[in-house]
T-cell receptor, first 110, second 112 residues
């Protein structure tokens, strides 16, 4: 089955700086790559996604890039704010299911 | 538009007991997927329900079973609870695009 790996496990950034989280996947048949933000005590919230026929997508301060050849995709958060502090999960969709990475704890230091 | 809701919020059971968790899908969504999230880990796919039938299953034993009702709500049943079943159980609903999944707040199950 699909194997999604996520790096780094913890990321601390100064408020206003950028944060980048990288993921790799194993199954070339996966065709949809969402990113979720999970705050303490809550379920994952879909923040941005990208399909396999697109290389980059941007929504205000967040962007996602996909390299299908290398099976890499990344989340970029610019101008980080304290409310961006959370655990971020990448996922890959194939065979009727989402396969998730282990998550990145992002800490924005005011 | 109502989001995905789950009940109960928290549950404590003992080993060997059985538990039923419930999920109401987002308005307009007809597909429900269940995930188990252990502490510090990403969610793991249990199964998906579409048109009241199981439509894909992850690597979970048969004591994990489910149902979907005509109103698209769903139940997750776990029999013979084990300590390792302690986790956050998440329900996600999707519409015509099965890949675009929206999660509920989860049910925190503790098995003692």
């Amino acid at each position: 089955g699909e194997n999604v790996e996520q790096h780094p496990s913890t990321l601390s950034v100064q408020e206003g700086d950028s944060a980048v989280i990288k993921c790799t996947y194993s199954d070339s048949a996966s065709n949809y790559f969402p990113w979720y933000k999970q705050e303490l005590g809550k379920g994952p919230q879909l923040i941005i996604d990208i399909r396999s026929n697109v290389g980059e997508k941007k929504d205000q301060r967040i962007a996602v890039t996909l390299n299908k050849t290398a099976k890499h995709f990344s989340l970029h958060i610019t101008e980080t704010q304290p409310e961006d502090s959370a655990v971020y999960f990448c996922a890959a969709y194939g065979n009727n299911r989402l396969a998730f990475g282990k998550g990145n704890q992002v800490v924005v230091i005011p | 538009e109502t989001g995905v809701t789950q009940s109960p919020t928290h549950l404590i059971k003992t080993r060997g007991q059985q538990v039923t968790l419930r999920c109401s899908s987002q308005s307009g969504h007809n597909t429900v997927s269940w995930y188990q999230q252990a502490l510090g880990q990403g969610p793991q796919f249990i199964f998906q329900y579409y048109r009241e039938e199981e439509n894909g299953r992850g690597n979970f034993p048969p004591r994990f079973s489910g149902l979907q009702f005509p109103n698209y709500s769903s139940e997750l049943n776990v029999n013979a609870l084990e300590l390792d079943d302690s986790a956050l159980y998440l329900c996600a609903s999707s519409g015509t695009e099965w890949n675009e999944q929206f999660f509920g707040p989860g049910t925190r199950l503790t098995v003692l």
